[in-house]
Every structure is written in C-alpha cells, then in structure tokens.
C-alpha cells in the first residue's frame, strides 16, 4: 500500500471525529458572531507561527525539506484576518489556549524530527487544502468576506492548482526515504496530531455552546 494511503486510512477516524465537532457545526451553520468566529482564527495564528517556522528551519533537511513549501505559509494571512475580525488591535484581543498551547508544544518538541513535522504538516495544511475549502466558501456566504482579510487563510493562490499540488504531495509521502519503522512513527504522531487539533477545537466549544 502506498504510505499516503496508508497515512490516510490510519487517521480516518480521527478526521471524522474533527469533522463533527460542536464549534465547527455551530460556525458552518452560521449561529456564531464574528468575534467568535476569530476565536478560531487565533488559535490558527498561534499553531501556524509554530508550524510555519519550523519548516524554515528544516527546509534544508533531506527528509523534510522536500515538505516545505513557502507557498503554504499562513502566519501573514492569519495577521490580515485578525485584523479584519478585530481590527488593529487584534494582538491585545488574542491569547492561545490551553490546548493550543500544548499542541505548539509538541510541534516544537518534534520538530527537530523531520517525520515529526512531516506528520504535523500532513495533519494541518492537507487539511487546509481540502476541506478548509468548503469551509472559506460557507465563512465568504455567511460573513460576507472578500480577500484581502477575513478569509485569506483559505486562499491558496501561489499553491496552483490544488488537485495537482496534492497529487504531487502525496507522491512526495510515498517516495519518502525513510525505514518503516520511521513510517510506522510518522502514522503515530499524526494521529497524535489529529487528536491535538480535535482538543482545541473542543475547547472552541466553550464559545459554540451558548450561542446554540
């Protein structure tokens, strides 16, 4: 089996655990204020400063290396839709959580590990690639957002074409010269990933349920 579909059937159960959280079915069927709807937007900010700056540091390693793309950054998007949702002053409105805390954490514990931050890359911005689509599509209908702010963490423009960049990423996973041992920890520690990302938006839910 290749070992992107074998990454992919490993963590199924975790994506679908993601998919039906309470803060995401509240925030997609559009019961959630702006301000609330930032309340994700931070979290984002905080994990993607740490994701995105471990990949500059690994962008000349033989086995990550290959997984940095530039183009995937989100750190700077995520500053244009804090600005949009809160305004200037945004930094002094934002504060990671307890569980994303914990989640940067492992991203900077495991990022002196190129499979460890090969799995965090494959957990955050494939997802971001596919259904973070469907998502930036219902934020645009239900907000009114246009680029330039609000939205532009789903806006992949200097990517191409999406489907040709996963095919090729995909590719990439399965030419990846590792041992299977190292692919057996990769499948471990994306599925911790997965579950990381669950928490917070779990914790998100503090902010879904009273306005349900």
Do not use: C
């Amino acid at each position: 089996m290749p070992f992107s579909e074998e990454l992919r059937k490993a963590t199924w159960a975790e994506h679908e655990a993601a998919a039906e959280d309470g803060y995401l079915a509240a925030l997609m069927a559009g019961r959630l204020s702006r301000e609330q709807y930032g309340e994700m937007v931070a979290q984002h900010y905080f994990l993607y400063r740490a994701l995105d700056g471990a990949g500059r540091r690994l962008a000349g390693d033989p086995v990550a290396g290959p997984f940095v793309f530039p183009e995937l950054y989100r750190e700077e998007a995520l500053v244009r839709d804090l600005t949009a949702v809160y305004g200037p002053g945004w930094r002094e409105r934002v504060a990671p959580s307890k569980p994303t805390r914990t989640l940067v954490a492992r991203i900077e514990q495991v990022a002196e590990r190129p499979g460890g931050y090969i799995a965090h890359h494959y957990t955050r911005y494939l997802g971001d690639l596919s259904g973070g689509q469907f998502i930036r599509r219902e934020l645009q209908r239900i907000y009114g957002f246009e680029r330039g702010g609000g939205v532009d963490f789903y806006f992949f423009d200097e990517v191409g074409s999406l489907p040709r960049f996963k095919a090729e990423y995909r590719r990439r996973l399965d030419e990846l010269p590792v041992d299977d041992a190292e692919k057996r920890r990769i499948v471990r520690e994306t599925r911790l990933a997965y579950l990381l990302n669950t928490e917070v938006l779990a914790d998100l839910g503090r902010v879904a349920v009273p306005a349900a």
